[in-house]
């Protein structure tokens, strides 16, 4: 009964490699970013972390 | 490094000067529309108590009300907030003012055209039929050309920085305007009949595929990321400290974007949709818990040893209710896209609470936060009493609760009661209309919180008029920092992807594109691939000229905001809406729908079998007065559609263009199509006349009588034949 829904996607002549390109993808792109993180320099996230507190305003934006 | 920041300390300061006119317009759009969107919301909700409250007219009643309310909601009270925020925190993150201050004139007073052009348009009953999408083509090209403004000043404003490095809001920014342009172009490919009207390039499953691509993604990329970016921006001003981590931050952003686009296909679950898409769907809707509380935790922990400031504070307990609500409905997306809980929150009131809590909570919450915050930095003056910015705290939150737990009683009621079976096979609940009166308490309920959250915004709006009015509004901003360096030469420890993207910020967007276009590509191509993909039954054939007249009447009322045209493939559900031949509904039956009309919502039943299920002089009393058909319904009447006639001049426009859509009319046949609507609409008024029931066949009822008692029976007709 499910005939309709299940196997649409038969026909296209090798769609089973999308699912596989995706892990793939999504693999490498998370792998590469740990790495990078755990790499990166720490003292230079403070400083960027610390962009929208040190205005240098000349009028009260800090309270 | 050292080196580096030493020579830009040593350069002159450029002295230059924020721009708060801007900001302060879109603040004041934002709160003016957020008024007139919830209020919009209350009469809707009323409607369900009190199906009068359209006042008998069909511009107030609820099918083109309802779009009224989301359209003004998402992109006038969030849209214009983001603005708001993006305007405020962009120059500031940038040191510098904003690219061009034509640039943001134009944009302000373009995309309040265009909400006004949505507020004419969508009572007039002039829409695509497609959710959070319906405004017609011409106020799309202006929706695009818009967008494309803000985001020529965004970058302009990025490029000439005084700010070495993006902070994680400014990607944040440049991932939405991205991905928005991606989803409105896509979404938005229709072909013109007329000016406002239109007809959706994509037809049936395609159509849904694309249209929950983009309606999944605006609430990501429209209501989620932007926000994000305001909430990594505000709530480290507002507290005083850095955000949590930013090493979190970063993981958020990129698997936020990454993962989002490929959710779409929850939407769709049960429905005529492929299993594979069905499945990337749920994975993927599932793995987003992950960037999501982790983005929620990251703006709850910024505040760790400063929560003695957000009892003092009502700007900080708004974010914080705020961001425990994104966390509440980002976990709760992923639960109802596993298939098994889908199966009962779909079509449900479960999925009305849900987006309120997002949409109150998270969208709200935030906004109401930011103008607590800006508006007295503005206008150089403390917020005119703190007591009553508390007093709307606490009855806004007071207004969330009593909105979710009514809706998320009503959900599961109605998914209960459609799903009950007695022991003989029969339902329990035969009549759909039992499980309405059933909930109609918890939908004054939800009226009432309503009416709660409205009167919190007021006192806001009081607040703040008060607080303007004790200052004096400073239009500009004196700020200095040091020009970058044109000469700048990283040091060797800094990471290469830094220098790529970060201090490239087109590099960042062609990135965020391809990132965001991938998941959008292998989730949509394999359906453009469709024909072989759809299987065709050779039985269904397209409308004849008077149903397609009638299914634009359908389109025009809004029929799809309350009733399905999607039987998924449960027994409950064959068993109720097709008990001859318990049919449900096959993706080969929509191929010539333009648009789709599978709804999300059913407040009444579903219609995808309702043709011959009635007599004509049936759907003629009950258009006229539901209540006489079925005592206690809530459905308003459509006495209008009695005196208007159907529009004969444009079918052979109509017929051509769906034929260019690839519908399979017969070549020549616009000249005949009138004709035979004529034919088709005296046959279905001398039926009537039979029955006493004198209609003139040029009314609209008979146009939607034919569509009515069209649907679904292309398959009826040949039982068999669908099932090989």
Redesign the interface.
Known sequence: ??K??????E??SG?EI??L??LV??FV??VG?TI??V????K??????????D????????D | MSDNIEKELSTNQDTFYYDNTIVRNFLIATTVFGVIGMTVGLLVAFQFVWPEANFGLQYTTFGRVRPLHTNAVIFAFVGNGIFAGVYYSLQRLCKARMFSDMLSRIHFWGWQTIILAAAISLPLGLTTGKEYAELEWPIDIAIALVWVIFGVNMFGTILKRRERHLYVAIWFFIATFVTVAMLHIVNSFELPISFMKSYSWYAGVQDALVQWWYGHNAVAFFLTTPYLGLMYYFIPKVSGRPIYSYRLSIVHFWALIFIYIWAGPHHLLYNALPDWAQSLGVVFSVMLIAPSWGGMLNGLLTLRGAWDKVRESATLKFMVVAVTCYGMSTFEGPMMSLKSVNAIAHFTDWIVAHVHVGALGWNGFLTFAMLYYLIPKMYGTKLHSQKLANAHFWIGTLGIIFYALPMYWAGFTQSLMWKQFNPDGTLVYGNFLETVTQIIPMYALRAFSGVLYLAGVFIMVYNLIKTAKAGSFIKEVKAEAAPLLKDYTPAPSEHWHRKMFEWKPMKMLVLSLILVAIGGAIEIIPTFLIESNVPTIASVKPYTPLELNGRDIYVREGCYTCHSQMIRPFRSEVARYDPEDLEYSKAGEFVYDHPFQWGSKRTGPDLHRVGGKYPDSWHFYHMLEPENMSPGSIMPPYPWLFDQNWDKDIIPAKIRAMQTLGVPYAEGYDNQALADADAQAKGISDGLAVEGLKVNPDKEIVALIAYLQRLGTDIKKTNGEAND
Do not use: V, W
């Open positions: 009964m499910l309709f829904i299940k196997h649409h996607m026909t296209i769609i999308f699912p390109i995706s993808i999504f792109f998370f970013l990078y993180l790499k990166a320099d720490k230079l996230f403070n400083k960027i972390a610390n962009i929208p507190l205005s240098k305003e000349s009028d009260h934006e800090e």
